[in-house]
């Protein structure tokens, strides 16, 4: 019967059946396991949904900042679509595994229109144990009297990655926020010479199990010379070292970054894709 009624938002007493969901694929689920974990499952607490069409161990999507399609079949995401275009779209993008992500767009495209970008095949990258390269010795927590420096080097990677300056809609307030919590929470990390930041990268989400490395990104002019791997290798091994798989996904056609996430001893575990809306 509640297959026939369409997504439902998921309450507290749903968190033990979408904890388990969350479990089950623990790589894949780490943006969102990340706040139920610790927060549960209520709208304002993990600022976003969770919905479900029969359960969650039959069907779940996060909506919220990001929307995460985690589990279903196509009737499944059908109700979720059917269910965000009901309301104002509260998403900037839509991310998550391929086979769920993609056709859930096609289902939400005629309504919300063109995507600024579809980035369809991104393979999501896992690592346990050890980097196999060593480790840039120079790479640290930044510390949070470097947040205008260390913030810099944010933005370039973002308008190099997303295509956007994140400082468009409210002079940067709301980034530097983000990048000031990533910062106290200890999860910044870079190499800095003569001041500068050469080497950054973030975890960005960090669920019990895992931690999803985010916003690598290395100084134009000190590309080409090995900073990059050592010093992802240096954040895996961070990652590594407090007890939880080291995890992040790239563009498959980014082969630079691809290889050197072979050296340091990454493996693929599933492909994510993109969907950048304006």
Not at 145 to 172: K, Q
Request: net charge neutral; aromatic share 6%.
């Amino acid at each position: 019967m509640l297959k026939l009624l369409g997504a439902r938002q998921l309450g507290s007493r749903d968190r033990a059946d979408v904890l388990r969901v969350l479990d089950a694929d623990p790589v894949a689920s780490c943006m969102v396991a990340a706040r139920v974990q610790d927060l549960g499952v209520e709208p304002r607490s993990i600022n976003g949904e969770l919905w479900s069409r029969g359960g969650p161990d039959e069907s779940l999507c996060f909506s919220g900042a990001n929307m995460v399609p985690l589990r279903g079949g196509l009737g499944d995401l059908r109700a979720f679509a059917d269910r965000a275009c009901r309301i104002p779209r509260m998403c900037s993008s839509l991310v998550g595994r391929a086979e769920l992500t993609l056709p859930l767009w096609e289902m939400l495209e005629p309504d919300w229109g063109p995507a600024r970008e579809v980035r369809p095949d991104q393979p999501l990258l896992a690592l346990a144990a050890p980097p196999a390269i060593e480790p840039d010795p120079s790479v640290r927590l930044v510390r949070m009297d470097e947040l205008d420096t260390y913030l810099v080097a944010a933005i370039a990677m973002f308008i190099e990655e997303v295509g956007v300056d994140p400082r468009a809609n409210d002079g940067g307030r709301g980034y530097r926020r983000r990048v000031a919590g990533l910062i106290a929470s200890n999860r910044a990390f870079a190499r800095f010479e003569d001041g500068e930041v050469v080497f950054k990268a973030e975890i960005g989400s960090a669920s019990r199990q895992v931690g999803q490395i985010q916003g690598v990104w290395v100084d134009p002019r000190y590309r080409c010379q090995g900073i990059g791997a050592a010093g992802t290798a240096a954040v895996a091994a961070a990652v590594v070292a407090g007890g939880r798989t080291a995890s992040l996904y790239v563009n498959s056609f980014n082969q630079p970054a691809r290889r050197t996430y072979d050296r340091i001893g990454f493996t693929q575990v599933a492909t994510f894709a993109t969907v950048l809306l304006d």
